[in-house]
């Protein structure tokens, strides 16, 4: 893995595209991702985008997302300005937390699990409910953001 993020480059823009292992060219865009993994995005008449980019664009419905996620009772922490901080992850229900492990592991790696982000929240929301999703491009972009942060 070291040896991929380190080779990672993009020859054409800011988002890293391909990278060099061992003399072979490999493509992280999301459409050779998607033929990798052979995962067509299905669109319904007359839509731009899958169930869960569509989801992603619009406010975040906190009440929706505990409602169907945690544990009754429980739900999202607010940080002191009033806004939306976390979820712990003991709050989440056991389907919850089974997607959660496998965003962790292979969707979106992060080392901090013992709670979800707003953003993972979504994502976990997403699976649970079963949105059509672009799988593809969510690896695309979380290689492309590990690659370009500091750490």
């Known amino acids: 893995m070291k040896e991929f993020y380190a080779n990672l480059y993009s020859p054409e823009g800011p988002s890293p595209k391909q990278v060099r292992i061992r003399g072979h060219l490999i493509r992280i865009d999301a459409d050779n991702l998607n033929d990798f993994l052979e995962t067509p995005v299905v669109l319904a008449e007359g839509e731009s985008l899958p169930a869960y980019s569509r989801y992603c664009r619009m406010p975040t419905d906190t009440r929706e997302i505990e409602a169907a996620r945690c544990i009754p009772g429980r739900g999202f922490i607010l940080n002191a ?71």
């Open 81 to 151: 300005e009033g806004h939306l901080r976390k979820i712990l992850r003991k709050y989440l229900t056991t389907l919850a937390q089974v997607w959660s492990v496998l965003s962790y592991s292979n969707l979106s790696p992060t080392s901090h699990t013992l709670d979800l982000t707003v953003d993972r929240a979504r994502l976990i929301f997403g699976l649970v409910t079963q949105l059509d999703m672009n799988v593809r491009a969510l690896i695309s972009g979380q290689i492309t953001s590990m690659a370009q942060s500091n750490s």
